[in-house]
């Protein structure tokens, strides 16, 4: 089948005509498989008071607080369940607002999002960059 790809059938039925190779190439080290450049970010209550999980699914939660922060500020694609003191969210990544001095692609704290989470709910947040290792979410 993967031989046949580059051929196509004309439109008279007669005959077929080959597909350029540029057709056929593929995209290396690209997470955009008809999905945006998406991002993990862990939102962790820095005094660990466990307010994530106490009445989370109340309208007013920290979490709902928390979440809603968020969709103001960047586009989210997806959220976890939570853990006592932090939950994963991936948002695009071109949706990330950077402070000075911060870069792209590093594990380190999002301040503008930590900011801004931490007026929302009244805690202190902090949103960090997070990268899948194994079986762990590594960040900060």
């Known amino acids: 089948m993967a031989d046949l790809y580059g051929q196509v059938v004309r ?3 007669v005959g077929s005509y080959t597909v350029g190779a540029n057709t056929r190439k ?19 209550d820095d005094a660990s008071t466990g307010s994530f999980t106490t009445g989370h699914a109340d309208s007013n939660s920290q979490l709902s607080k928390a979440v809603i922060a968020l ?43 930590s900011a801004a989470l931490s007026a929302a709910t009244g805690l202190t947040i902090k949103v960090y960059d997070g990268e899948i290792d194994g079986e762990d979410i590594d960040y900060d």
């Open 11 to 13: 439109g008279d039925g």
């Open 26 to 44: 593929v995209i290396r080290n690209k997470f955009e498989y008809g999905t945006p450049d998406l991002r993990l970010l862990m939102i962790v």
């Open 71 to 113: 969709q103001q500020r960047v586009e989210i694609y997806g959220v976890s369940n939570t853990d006592t003191d932090e939950f994963a969210v991936y948002v695009r990544r071109s949706s990330i607002p950077l402070a000075a001095g911060e870069e792209d692609g590093d594990l380190e704290e999002r301040t503008i999002l």
